[in-house]
Nanobody, 124 residues
Framework: QVRLAESGGGLVQPGGSLRLSCVAS????????MGWFRQAPGKDREFVAA????????RYADSVKGRFTISRDNAEATVYLQMNSLKPEDTALYYC?????????????????WGQGTQVTVSS
């Protein structure tokens, strides 16, 4: 059973930074893609970033390019999302997701496993 546990969310002022973590357990993830999504109230869940566990290849949504960085620590089985220059529109519930088959997918339906989410609020 795959388990994904997010942490690191919180309240931050515009222009600030946060680092989200996602600890993965229950499988060998060497061929997985790990992704971050977010969902604001009343909106659809949207792709933020993804990384392949094996090679570290990445993909980002245009809205976060240059501000967010996704990375993984194989030894710790943890995926990170470093978020800088945060804006109020980044406010959302952030989810970690994993898929064993596809390479860097960008839609929610392409991911098999999900965490419970961690809230990020950007406000002054």
């Amino acid at each position: 059973q795959v388990r994904l546990a997010e942490s690191g969310g919180g309240l931050v002022q515009p222009g600030g930074s946060l680092r989200l973590s996602c600890v993965a357990s229950g499988r060998t993830f060497s061929r997985y893609t790990m992704g971050w999504f977010r969902q604001a109230p009343g909106k659809d869940r949207e792709f933020v970033a993804a990384v392949t566990w094996s090679s570290g290849s990445t993909r980002y949504a245009d809205s976060v390019k240059g501000r967010f960085t996704i990375s993984r620590d194989n030894a710790e089985a943890t995926v990170y999302l470093q978020m800088n220059s945060l804006k109020p529109e980044d406010t959302a519930l952030y989810y970690c997701a994993a898929d064993p088959l596809r390479v860097l997918p960008t839609t929610p339906r392409e991911y098999r496993y999900w965490g419970q989410g961690t809230q990020v609020t950007v406000s002054s």
